[in-house]
């Protein structure tokens, strides 16, 4: 099956600071790319889609200032939390579609813990 | 119209047991119909899918049924084993390349 990584899988960082996300696809092109957040015993929140060499589309209550969102090649996207405070603490997870085909594979997530 | 609901919200099964999660949909336009699983700490893993043109899928030990005039699927996971214990997302898209819209998750429990 496809295969997709991120880094770190876990980080700490002080408030104020900017923590930078990666998420690959590993054995093919990603066309496409979701970025979400996931609070403890809760679904997945939608975050963004990242079209490569495309801005991303960020859903309604994410600040785009904020959570920015490179996708600059077909198997790297990179989600950049600016200036971090403790309530963005969260598991950031990654999604990636290939050209064609539904199929979303998701990356092992990122625990984020600003402090 | 873009809410996929799902229950029961935690479910407990005896081992060998057959582990049933059911959802909902509104939008009759959603043409994709994935499962996910997920272990504590991990991100999700896809586990089956099913398009709406097929009533039934079966993958080893787990099957979608799929009811398009009652606008409902639902995963069935026969003879359930400690190792399914893990939480299961349904979820629906509308079409390729557009995002996912996930349910609210079942936490599943088996005991041994």
């Known amino acids: 099956g496809a295969v997709v990584s991120q880094h770190p899988s876990w980080v700490i960082c002080k408030s104020g600071t900017s923590v930078k996300i990666e998420c690959r696809s590993l054995?093919?092109?990603?066309?496409?790319m979701f970025w979400y957040r996931q609070f403890p015993k809760q679904s997945l929140m939608l975050m963004a889609t990242?079209?490569?060499?495309?801005?991303?589309?960020?859903e309604q209550g994410v600040e785009k200032d904020k959570f920015l969102i490179n996708h600059a090649s077909l198997t790297l996207s990179t989600l950049t939390v600016t200036s971090a405070h403790p309530e963005d603490s969260s598991f950031y997870i990654c999604s990636a579609k290939g050209q064609g085909g539904y199929e979303q594979y998701f990356g092992p997530g990122t625990r984020l813990t600003v402090t | 119209q873009q809410q996929v609901k799902q229950s029961p919200q935690s479910l407990i099964v005896q081992k060998g047991g057959i582990s049933i999660i059911n959802c909902a949909y509104e939008n009759t336009a959603f043409d994709y119909f994935p499962w996910y699983q997920q272990f504590p700490g991990k991100g999700p893993a896809l586990l089956i899918a099913i398009r709406p043109d097929v009533s039934e899928k079966k993958e080893g030990r787990f099957t979608i049924s799929f009811n398009k005039s009652a606008k409902q699927f639902s995963l069935h996971i026969m003879d359930s084993q400690p190792g399914d214990s893990a939480t299961y997302f349904c979820?629906?898209?509308?079409?390729?390349?557009?995002?996912?819209?996930f349910g609210k998750g079942t936490t599943l429990s088996v005991s041994s």
């Open positions: 054995d093919f092109q990603a066309t496409t």
């Open positions: 979820a629906a898209t509308l079409q390729a390349g557009t995002a996912l819209i």
């Open positions: 990242s079209n490569e060499g495309s801005k991303a589309t960020y």
